[in-house]
Nanobody
């Protein structure tokens, strides 16, 4: 069993910043991929950013504004220059071995 604990969401004005954290614990073997997804009301869940070994990928909509980083079993998402369209529930995703795990989600709301 793997547990993912997310934190850092909240309400911020447009142009502001937030930092999300996701700590993985439990029966973890060989984490190969850690990332963040988001889901806005009425929309499908989409990739925001992910890190795998030395590579990182970002959605075009967040490039230059968001930065993903990892320290051991914790993944962070630094979000700068936030826009109202970034409002969503953000989910942490971890691939350990051949299994994928999701966090419970953390709400990010950006007011205009």
């Amino acid at each position: 069993q793997v547990q993912l604990v997310e934190s850092g969401g909240g309400l911020v004005q447009a142009g502001g910043s937030l930092r999300l954290s996701c700590a993985a614990s439990g029966n973890i073997f060989n984490i190969v991929d850690m990332g963040w997804y988001r889901q806005a009301p009425g929309k499908q869940r989409e990739l925001v950013a992910r890190t795998r070994e030395i590579t990182t990928d970002y959605a075009d909509s967040v490039k230059g504004r968001f930065t993903i980083s990892r320290a051991q079993n914790t993944v962070y998402l630094q979000m700068n220059s936030l826009k109202p369209e970034d409002t969503a529930v953000y989910y942490c995703n971890v691939i350990s071995g051949s299994y994928g795990y999701w966090g419970q989600g953390t709400q990010v709301t950006v007011s205009s």
